[in-house]
Nanobody
Framework: QVQLVESGGGLVQAGGSLRLSCAVS????????MGWFRQAPGKEREFVAAIRWSGGLTYSADSVKGRFTISTDNAQNTVYLQMNSLKAEDTAVYYC????????????????WGQGTQVTVSS
């Protein structure tokens, strides 16, 4: 059974930083990709960033480029989202998800999802 568990969310002031973690268990990783998505109150869930587990291929949404960085730690079976220069509009529940194949921005192509972690940025 594949399980994804996010952590690291919280309350932070605008301009601050947070690092989200997503611990993955229940499968091998070499042919998989991971994504981060977020959902703000009253809005659709949207793509944030994605990465191939083996490295070398990442995507980021235009709204977070230059501020957010996705990375993996294969030894820890964990994917991270480093979020810097946070803005009030980054407030959302953040979800990690996995899929077989290359990273993609399409939510429907991800198979397993974590429960989400709340990020609140105060202005």
């Amino acid at each position: 059974q594949v399980q994804l568990v996010e952590s690291g969310g919280g309350l932070v002031q605008a301009g601050g930083s947070l690092r989200l973690s997503c611990a993955v268990s229940g499968r091998t990783f070499s042919s998989y990709a991971m994504g981060w998505f977020r959902q703000a109150p009253g809005k659709e869930r949207e793509f944030v960033a994605a990465i191939r587990w083996s490295g070398g291929l990442t995507y980021s949404a235009d709204s977070v480029k230059g501020r957010f960085t996705i990375s993996t730690d294969n030894a820890q079976n964990t994917v991270y989202l480093q979020m810097n220069s946070l803005k009030a509009e980054d407030t959302a529940v953040y979800y990690c998800a996995d899929r077989i194949g290359v990273p993609t921005t399409q939510e429907s192509q991800y198979r397993y999802w974590g429960q989400g972690t709340q990020v609140t940025v105060s202005s």
